[in-house]
């Protein structure tokens, strides 16, 4: 029944190496249980619920990925979309955590039309690759100046707004190793490096009597403080427009690349190096992402640790329904997420940045209408403290650089219609 319904002998593969990738793919993505509910928290959000939304979200979103387009990828919260929603929607721009959620729901909604109509390859497509490696980067940065601030390594300042913390204390001192022990585990290709990381600072910090160990298991929390709470009607106001986009505009660039460049690890493009049944893809993220805000989580999107997986011979469905599985156990382990602090997340955060901001490795750093915006929308990012605001400014640059630098034919009307929105954005919101 397994092999007739996700072709494994058609994908040379079989149940056991399905289920192996399926527990290397969970192990690399585990993480995300205990840096989403912290994240979230500082948002105002309980952490008990957060932690079941994640779990729920996940294992939905990897279920229909699974069962719906016979792909071995894996879903979850995103990271820089859920810094996003806590630290640029939440707290920058002072909207309730209700309202976020409502915007979330929004963004997958449109994401969800977008997925049936035709105009999505077409979208994808219009944007310059230079822009989405620097949207990369730049949520990368983000991710990164968020880690050594909950690490305590970076404090604020009135004069230089930003300094280096107390290194003597014992948060910046395990932060430092759980990141050390991360790079040199993920360097040696030991499978859940991060994970393994995050739990040995959890239990230094626990021996050390600086963290306080609240269990390992127990029965599910009461989801109930985050369950259908998104305001619907309240982000509809004219000001969260950009926020929509923002969560929209992020969660396609990102599921985009995700889903080719882990089929093409898994060799499943076709001979036009396109991706078959990208619609059945595209809805099964987009619809992830309407129940996760439903749920009480930020967006859900494919997760390229995926290719660890496909690296162990996943090939189908099956390895995705077996992650599923693996986020359903996983909500009998909130005590364990309790007990790990923000300073044990902190090297996962900052691991993660260092992935994310190696797309600017991949701009044309010969032209400078190419890298300039680029580099543009990578810095304001974390200097703004928005992810929103950075896509915006890196967008008119492109724009006013590409048709001033006489190279008008390389930037798509798309671009300047965006360019153009977000500066009205600027002027007048």
Request: charged share 10%; aromatic share 10%; net charge negative.
């Amino acid at each position: 029944m397994l092999d007739s319904y996700f072709k494994l002998s058609e994908h040379g593969t079989t149940v056991q190496r399905e289920v192996l990738a399926g527990f290397t793919t969970f192990l690399t993505m585990a993480y995300i249980t205990f840096i989403n509910p912290a994240i979230l928290a500082d948002a105002g959000m309980d952490f008990n619920a957060v932690f079941v939304a994640t779990c729920l979200a996940a294992a939905v979103g990897t279920l229909i990925m699974g069962l719906y387009a016979n792909y071995p990828i894996a879903l979850a919260p995103g990271m820089g979309l859920n810094a996003f929603f806590t630290y640029g929607v939440v707290l920058g721009m002072g909207h309730a955590w209700q309202t976020a959620l409502g915007a979330v729901f929004l963004s997958g909604v449109i994401f969800v039309i977008l997925s049936v109509l035709p105009i999505r390859e077409w979208l994808i497509n219009a944007i310059p690759r230079t822009l989405k490696m620097a949207i990369s980067a730049g949520i990368g940065l983000f991710l990164g100046i968020i880690a050594l601030k909950n690490a305590g390594i970076v404090v604020d300042h009135p004069a230089t707004l930003v300094t280096l913390g107390d290194m003597t204390a014992w948060p910046a001192i395990l932060a430092i190793l759980g990141f050390v022990v991360i790079v040199a585990l993920s360097r040696r290709g030991v499978i859940g490096a991060v994970i393994i990381g995050i739990l040995l600072v959890t239990a230094l910090g626990v021996a050390l009597g600086i963290s306080e160990w609240k269990g390992l298991a127990s029965v599910p929390p009461d989801p109930s403080p985050t369950f259908f709470a998104l305001d619907i009607g309240g982000a509809l106001e004219v000001s969260l427009i950009a926020v929509i986009f923002t969560f929209l505009f992020v969660d396609l660039f990102d599921t985009a690349g995700t889903l080719v460049g882990v089929a093409h690890r898994a060799g499943l493009l076709d001979e036009d190096g396109k991706l078959p049944r990208l619609r059945k893809a595209l809805l099964a993220d987009s619809t992830a992402t309407v129940a996760g805000a439903a749920f009480g989580t930020s967006s859900t999107t494919s997760y390229i640790e995926s290719a660890a997986g496909v690296n162990a011979g996943g090939r189908t469905g099956l390895t995705a329904v077996v992650v599923a599985i693996l986020f359903l156990l996983c909500l009998f382990f909130a005590p364990l997420a309790q007990t790990v602090p923000a300073y044990a997340t902190a090297p996962a955060l900052l691991y993660v940045a260092c992935l994310m901001t190696r797309g600017l490795t991949e701009i044309d750093w010969e032209d400078p209408t190419d890298y300039a915006p680029a580099v543009v929308t990578a810095i304001a990012m974390p200097l703004t403290f928005s992810i929103a605001d950075g896509i915006g400014l890196g967008f008119i640059c492109y724009a006013l650089m590409k048709l001033t630098g006489g190279k008008a034919s390389e930037c798509p009307p798309a671009v300047i219609v965006i360019a153009a929105l977000f500066a009205l954005k600027f002027a007048f919101l």
